[in-house]
């Protein structure tokens, strides 16, 4: 409809680019100010809990939350983000950029001190040295001797997230470039159990699962957790694992083997160094997976000193969440961190899985 | 010659074992193995004890005749699934792609990074931030806003709107897989037609509904029907959010097996249950595997030395 208007007019007499452009300039830049403006609406139910959460876990005392350290806090650092945008978009040169932001951050850190320093404390982490901190707050008769030291659950979370992700790397690897790079017979039907394995949702074989592993005398023991947590992602590590080898050229393979390598030696010093990018991506998405798991956990771990992290602060919040809002924050600060360093720093590298590639 | 030729097949069926016995052995133990297992107890009488005295059909005549409660934790099941599905996995998920697409690449990183937060945090800590969200007493920080900010009375969700709650709860993790797979989608289009299209004077809406559109219609069918498949089966935050209560009143029929089978011991009503889930979802999982791209995925290898 558009075109058709314009083109039944009769051109303008003397069309003024310049105005046209910066028309169209602002333009461009109003429409990209309101997404902006609806990213930032729409991504504070997620920012404003995990903020509150932090809050909550350096402020907090037995007892009650105080409400306005939250708001105080959001007051300086609002007005701070917006002014950085605006020095952000009417300063062109990085350098100022950076001399600006130092500074808007230093007052900002100043006015925070001074509003609210007085109002932190470190006390809701004691958890972290003092074994058991629940029973204080409850009293012994509740839950006498019930909780590990985090440590423990610390050390069996580590050691479950660990190794499961030594298991996945290795058994996914070679699945994944076995069924990249040779033929077999029955490949096309291996591969293609694989993807409705892959498609199949595990968690409706919590219950057989439940009674395979009693059976097998791996209920309530790391060790089974640990296997099953590997098998029921298996299918999906080695597609992603087969995606990255089947991006390595074969002429790297044809002559590392016609320089007298055998198939197995081209594998380990030739191949496998070339995907190092998609072992880590899968080394850190396993080892986040594992480090987060709840359900299999809970249903299979029953001991408190099988507890892992998430059952630790499963039990700790259910104990003692209406009393001591902060200790529980504290611990999930403390659990939620491992994971979110690790998404942070290696998220380069979790952008490049792919799978298989969907149609279209 | 022949020596070599044997030396050849050993090699082959060495290797055979070495690269994809683990998985087969770990696929057969913990995948294959639980499938014939629910099979199995689903037609027993297996209590809380875990022993099976007899084979019975009774589960199955339970399920369809006796169990009320059932059918109400059907239809919880349906609106949760569909809304969530719609309004979040689907809809939200296709508005984060096209707006965060549209924006400088920086910036849409930042914000996707932002929504891929609550997938990458553990689910006890989601689950605690949204119980510390709908906190139905003033400290909540829902009810911070709107007590102090709408000025309403303290509004407790958690008892009042349990289901609007896990629907939220799930769609802002859900909204985030979506995304992504769409991002990339978008991202594969080629530049020259949104140039094209400019040229010839299309608006923004004209574009995403002419040419992004047209070209999401594969990963939109195969989210579909990947996410409907994965709010059925999972109850992980429901678990930790509501318990699915209050009462039954957010009990998905997943979450349903599961409180019949850990709750009340009934481990083998609990597998006649999940075998309906099992059931839709080998047919599901068959529905996307003619959506995924099989001939790249089935490209015969090169080298046949071994």
Redesign the interface.
Known sequence: MATADTLAKPPAPALNWQTLAQGGKRRRSASQSTLLAFLVIVSLPIILPYFWMVVISFTARTGGISTDVLWTACAVIVPAVLLYSVIHASLPSPRLRLVAGAVLLAIACALLIALIGDRLHFDNYRFLWRANVVEEIRSKATAGGQFPSVWTAFRNSLVLALSQTVIIITVASLAGYYISRFAFRGREAFLQGMLVLHAFPAMTLIIPIFLILYWVGLLDTIVGVMLVLATIELPFYVFVMKGFFDSVPWDIEMSAMTDGATRRQAFRLVVLPQVRVGLIAVSVFAFIRAWEEYIFVRTFLIENKNWVMSLYLFWVADDIMGVDYGIVAAVSVFYVLPSLLLYVFCQKYLTQMTIGGIKG | MTSFATAQIRR?RA??A???G??AI??L???I???V??VG?AFTDMGRT?SVSSFTLENFERMLTRDSRLLASLGITAVFVITTLCIFNVGFALL?AL??T??SAR?GAF?R??????R??????YA??????VDPN??G?LN?IVVHVLGLPPIDLRNNHPLLLVILANG?IGASLGML?FT??IRSIPEHLFHAARA??A??LAIVRHIVLP?????IS?MTI?QT??L?????YI??ITAGGPFYDTTVF?LF??RR??ENGQ?AY??AL?LV??II??V???A??R???MK???????????
Do not use: C, K
Request: hydrophobic residues 60%; without cysteine.
């Open positions: 082959r290797n055979f070495l690269f994809l683990p998985t770990l696929l133990l913990f995948f193995a639980p499938v297992v629910d107890v875990l984060l707006v965060t549209s924006v910036v914000f990074a932002i929504w891929l937060l609550p990458m945090s553990p689910s006890v800590v605690l931030l949204w119980l510390w969200v003033e400290r920080l911070q802002f797979i990339s989608a010839d004077g608006g923004s070209a999401l219609r594969w990963p195969y990947h498949l994965s059925l089966v999972t109850f992980e678990l930790l997943s097996a599961y089978a850990f481990y609990g597998a999940s889930l099992v979802g080998v599901a999982a068959l996307m595997w959506l995924m791209n790249e995925l089935l490209q015969p290898p090169r080298i046949e030395v071994h």
